[in-house]
């Protein structure tokens, strides 16, 4: 199990020290980060407070997916603009609840880096008080000198460009989870002191874990290959199965569990949804970022979503992630070329 960091380190001082690895570094990036948690901190005072703040529920509109978009949506998505618009460090941004690309605004500077983000991930869960959060990614722009808006171009880069990704979760506590290619770090967040503290760092996750994700109400739309599913609720001799269900339809929240405990996350695609549900840019590369970056899988079935060519910006992937062994067995059963459906067990 991960060790508790006992050294009392701050996000702040994480980011400074990072920045001193590279000797050419402007420090762009460094306030990128400090602006991107304060809008986290805000989101997550908020969210603690929905119920009493009149968050909950749904606006009038709806999304560029047709789904209704629900306040603390609209919410987020209005702080992570603010706090990030005018520092400089930003060409272009996107989001999940914003159609088109999102421009800094003309009287602002226009800085290298790139965001991604979804602000609110676990949209079905809001209004129950179950865990939600954001997930973010960074990339660098295309054109490194350019001081001009950024485009398209710099938003659709394969998800191995990510300069960072991660998320923040907001369950019994709040959490930011990320990574700069360098390990991934886990920052609890202590409201007595308004400060990210270092609680958990270099997380691996373990090769091989007993629990796998997905929602089986759309079992009956599924390839038949995915009969993977019924391999792992089969007892093995030697105790590795039956795994155990488990699915809060909060990516983060099914994806940070994972993350500590092991097994497999999937959200194939199906009948229905031909692509999968999850978006490529602001959900699967962030936190396929995190769990490669651990040590573990994150594949479309045939290989690693992170080696990806985007087309779109909200361009949908079928993704299972997890534990390297678990999606290596996903990935034989895809192909129709595990021991199980050989010799007929499955
Ligand atoms: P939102 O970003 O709109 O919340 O959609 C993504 C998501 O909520 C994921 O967090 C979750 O894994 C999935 O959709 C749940 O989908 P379903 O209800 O179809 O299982």
């Not at 420090?27 to 968050?55: C, K, M, Q, W, Y």
């Not at 978006?279 to 990806?308: C, Q, T, W």
Request: net charge negative; glycine share 8%; with cysteine.
């Amino acid at each position: 199990m991960n060790d508790y960091s006992n050294k009392l380190v701050t996000i702040e001082r994480q980011i400074s020290e990072q920045q001193d690895m590279f000797p050419e570094a402007t420090g762009e990036f460094s306030r990128l980060l400090r602006d991107l948690t304060l809008a986290l901190r805000i989101i997550a005072r908020d969210v603690r407070r929905a119920g009493l703040n009149d968050i909950l529920g749904y606006t009038q509109t709806t999304n560029i997916h047709g789904e209704s978009v629900k306040k603390l949506d609209e919410f987020a998505n209005d702080i992570i603009f603010r706090a990030m618009d005018h520092g400089g460090h930003l060409c272009v941004m996107a989001s999940e609840e914003s159609d088109g690309l999102i421009t800094i605004p003309n009287e602002y500077k226009k800085g290298r880096y790139v965001l991604a983000f979804d602000p609110l991930d676990g949209s079905s869960n809001i209004d129950v008080n179950i865990t939600i959060g954001t997930i973010f990614s960074v990339y660098r722009r295309l054109e490194p000198n350019e001081i001009t808006d950024g485009n398209a171009a710099d938003l659709l880069q394969p998800g191995f460009k990510q300069v960072c990704a991660g998320y923040a979760l907001y369950g019994s506590s709040t959490q930011l989870v990320y990574t700069t290619g360098h390990g991934v770090d886990v920052f609890t967040f202590d409201p007595t002191i308004g400060e990210f503290l270092l609680s958990h760092s270099q997380v691996r996750i373990p090769k091989r874990g007993k629990i796998y994700s997905v929602n089986e109400g759309n079992y009956h739309s599924w390839a038949p290959e995915l009969q993977h599913v019924n391999y792992l609720k089969l007892p093995s001799s030697d105790g590795q199965r039956p795994y155990s269900s488990r699915y809060i339809g909060t990516a983060i929240a099914d994806i940070h569990r994972t993350l500590f405990y092991g097994g497999i996350f999937m959200y194939p695609s199906d009948t229905k949804s031909p692509n999968g549900k999850l978006r490529l840019i602001y959900e699967v590369n962030p936190l396929a970022a995190i769990i490669e970056e651990a040590g573990g899988r994150a594949s479309n079935g045939i290989g690693s979503v992170l080696e990806l060519q985007p087309e779109s910006i909200h361009q949908r992937v079928p993704v299972f992630m997890g534990s390297e062994d678990d999606v290596n067995d996903l990935e034989m059963f895809l192909r129709g070329e595990h021991p199980a459906q050989k010799d007929g067990s499955v």
